[in-house]
């Protein structure tokens, strides 16, 4: 659970409307699954500012956002692609917003760090360096 420390020390997010109530359903339909991934993005989502789609900036990291960050546990900036859990495919950039990496990332944005956990629960500093907005879906 998050200590009221760890919300303090972390930084202010912002996530969308429509992905909160999605995500939100994804993560407790997945908590047998993944665990402690789900139980830190719910944990982000409690404490989010949500706004609705619309109002949403660019620099924020959102589903299906290519994000450039920096992981301070090997110093190596890389580019993600964030998606669901059936479009996750690493090799191809495509990382889950129910992986660690992916729910420390949601609704961060551009300049802004937080310390996340690892798999091994080392905690490394997550810094988001570029993110480039979701397309358009054209239905």
Partial sequence: MLSQTDAVARPSIIMAETEVERLSTL?????????VAT???LQE???A???????MPT???RMRSTVRFEDDANGVARSVLLVYPK????AAGKISVLS???AGLIGLSVGQE?????RDGHQRLLRIIKVEPPGRLVF
């Fill in 114 to 118: 937080i310390e996340w956990p690892d």
């Fill in 49 to 55: 500012e949500i706004r609705p789609d619309a109002e």
């Fill in 45 to 47: 989502i409690d404490r």
């Fill in 100 to 102: 660690l990496v992916g």
């Fill in 39 to 41: 139980d830190m993005l």
């Fill in 59 to 61: 620099h924020v990291v």
């Fill in 27 to 35: 993560a407790l339909q997945m908590e047998q699954v993944a665990p």
């Fill in 87 to 90: 479009e996750a495919d690493i």
